[in-house]
């Protein structure tokens, strides 16, 4: 079928679709970029411009707290001073733990199922199968509370903590990949003596770094997107993510004439480092979004 | 992530893999030897938030979906009390009717785009740089999507209908009017999310032989005759787990609404997941927005059963 490359009608309908497919997913991306760069009032005055409007980078400065509040009113900003700096921090911080963690402790976890003879092995490994069945609607509100009761209502442990211990995915997936690894280093290593962490630690987990890194790029590219769970347990900037500051802006720009430029400008920053993720390691993300699918 | 997977385990058996050595013996064989305490440790930081953030949680849900409950004061025991109120609550059912007619705008766009697409790519071409473009939305934040599109649909500057006035159309208030809100809320949904489904066919559509193809073609079988005949039945596990966790996702949608709507206008987009929310944490009344929890849980429960079983039955059918 690859073989075939003259233009039928057939094919070039098929290009014509997959061109207005990507056209509607691509020029947001766009959109985005040249509101940013335009000026807030010209905006209203020729808001079908396809390149910026009166080219500035006034927006990023009233985002990244560069301008002043006078300054942020006069070029059209809410007034309401918006510093994404330390949100982006709070966005660092709390997806690069919990992916660590998380992607840390299913690890050993899987190794325990995949290498270790224990008792009552199978009975845990699907009990935690079943936790796949319990969507977060039923756990979000409990957790809340949870949390609430240990003092941890806007604090990083307690954004981080009830996600980073346990994920049966994770397990699953290491646990599913480790089984398939040939056993013969690391039986060969422990008979020459070396502990079972050691060969954990210097064997299994090297062998193991194509599925620890794609967990990890998954999980970090869902933890940085994550608005709904730090909506409920955090309160100021002192812990709250990008996503969240960017609703709060959204909200408070007033009805009548939000700062689209600034939002827009927001938006680009709190995309920006999926973005480069994406430039990064785009074709294994591809790769291993078909590959989780199939699993 | 535990989501997008959550009709993935449910079919697999715990799987044992050919190279596990055989139980007993190997238990008392000298390379086995104190492997259990060791496994214990391995797994206590998984088996730790598994009890406590996942059975905990799940546990208390259900029992407090029976209390009166206002986080302040503890919980009292009502019984069926908050179930009663839900029956006679017309802002839960218009809810819970608003939820369906999103799920089903939402999930039957994004099925048919995503194999349409993920087909189309498959025939045509192997670029993974197309394939990125297309993941591209899966990659940012739902509230940034949100953000985007409520600039690109909004009613005067927007470009979206900027574009359609300068075609001689009015005006359209896609996420201020009631008749608009929740088709505009899909499709910033399907918009989101069709990437990321395509491409999972695309995987799919990549495990099926090429023979299978020449052999069609050999019968004489026509492009659609075998999209039809061919593709879409082999696909059919596939895209059952797909349309499974659409669903699921669907239901319980938040953050587009969150961020565009926030329910409005008067309760037009106000889908369930945005209710429980306000009633939790709007009105702190935490007893009956658990009981809303658990009856979205059921729901989703009896929906997956039944979408198993007949996506199933119509596998035996074929084979």
């Known amino acids: 079928m690859r073989t075939r490359r003259r233009l039928s009608p057939a094919r070039a309908a098929a290009w014509t679709y997959l061109a207005l497919i990507i056209f509607v997913t691509v ?34 400065e009233r985002v990244l707290g560069l301008a002043t509040p006078e300054e942020s009113l006069a070029a059209g900003g809410s007034g309401a001073s918006l510093e994404l700096g330390p949100y982006l921090v709070n966005s660092i911080v709390y997806a690069t733990v919990s992916t660590a963690l998380i992607v ?48 941890l209502l806007n604090t990083f442990a307690g954004m981080i903590l009830p996600g980073a211990l346990f994920s049966a995915f994770n397990i699953f997936f290491l ?37 620890v890194i794609t967990l990890s790029i998954l999980g970090f590219i869902g933890m940085w997107n994550d608005y709904f769970w730090p909506l409920l347990v955090t309160s100021d900037e002192t812990v709250q993510p990008l996503t969240l500051a960017l609703a709060v802006f959204k909200q408070s720009s007033p009805q009548s004439q939000p700062d689209w430029a600034g939002l827009m400008a927001a938006t680009l920053v709190a995309a920006l480092p999926m973005l480069v993720l994406f430039m990064v390691f785009g074709r294994r993300i591809v790769n291993s979004i078909g590959f989780t699918g199939l699993k | 992530m535990s989501l997008s997977t959550a009709g993935a385990a449910p079919k697999r058996p715990p799987a044992t893999g050919p190279k596990r050595p055989p139980r007993r013996p ?149 996420l201020t009017s009631r008749e608009w809100a929740i088709p505009s809320v899909a499709f910033i949904h399907v918009w989101k999310n069709m990437g990321y489904t395509a491409i999972i066919i695309f995987a799919g559509l990549q495990t099926i032989p090429p023979q299978v193809y020449e052999a069609g073609r050999i019968d004489g079988a026509g492009e659609s005759k075998m999209f039809f005949r061919l593709t879409l039945p082999l696909l059919r596990p596939i895209l059952a787990l797909v349309l499974v966790l659409n669903v699921i996702g669907a239901f319980q949608m938040f953050d587009i609404v969150s961020v565009t709507t926030k329910g409005g206008p008067a309760n037009a987009s106000n889908v369930l997941q945005m209710y429980i929310y306000s009633k939790a944490f709007g009105q702190f009344d935490f007893g009956y927005a658990s009981a809303m929890s658990l009856s979205l849980f059921a729901i989703l429960i009896i929906i997956t059963f039944l979408q198993m079983r007949l996506l199933r039955a119509n596998e035996s059918e074929t084979d």
Not at chain 1, 183 to 188: G, I, L, M, S
Request: glycine share 8%.
């Open chain 1, 27 to 60: 020029f947001p991306f766009y959109w985005i970029l040249r509101t940013a760069l335009s000026d807030n009032f010209a905006l209203m005055a020729e808001p079908s411009s396809v390149l910026p409007v009166d080219f500035t980078l006034g927006a990023f």
């Open chain 1, 104 to 151: 840390f402790f299913s690890t050993i976890a899987a190794y325990a199922f995949a290498r270790l003879q224990w008792r009552g092995r199978d009975l845990v490994f699907s009990l935690f199968l079943s936790a796949l069945m319990v969507p977060g609607i039923l756990t979000l509100l409990p957790n809340f509370v949870l949390v609430k009761e240990l003092g």
């Open chain 1, 175 to 211: 646990r599913q990949f480790m089984l398939g690894l040939s056993t013969e280093t690391e039986e060969a290593a422990l008979l020459d003596g070396a502990g079972r962490l050691r060969v954990l630690f210097r064997i299994t987990l090297p062998m193991s770094s194509g599925p």
């Open chain 2, 26 to 174: 190997a238990a008392n064989s000298p390379a086995h030897r104190g492997d259990g305490w060791l496994a214990w440790i391995l797994i206590a930081p998984a088996m730790i938030g598994f009890l406590v953030f996942a059975v905990y949680p799940t546990l208390r849900g259900v029992y407090l979906s029976f209390t009166e409950f206002r986080v302040l004061t503890p919980p009292t025991w009502i019984g069926l009390e908050n179930f009663r109120e839900m029956f006679a609550d017309s802002v839960f059912w218009s809810s819970l009717g608003v939820t369906v007619y999103f799920v089903v705008i939402a999930v039957s766009l994004t099925m048919i785009v995503s194999i349409a697409t993920a087909a189309v790519l498959h025939r045509i071409t192997e670029s993974t740089v197309i394939r990125g473009l297309i993941i591209l939305p899966f990659l940012i934040s739902t509230v940034v999507a949100a953000t985007v599109w409520s600039w690109m649909l909004d009613t005067q500057l927007g470009i979206v209908n900027v574009v359609v006035q300068a075609f001689g159309g009015d005006g359209v208030q896609f």
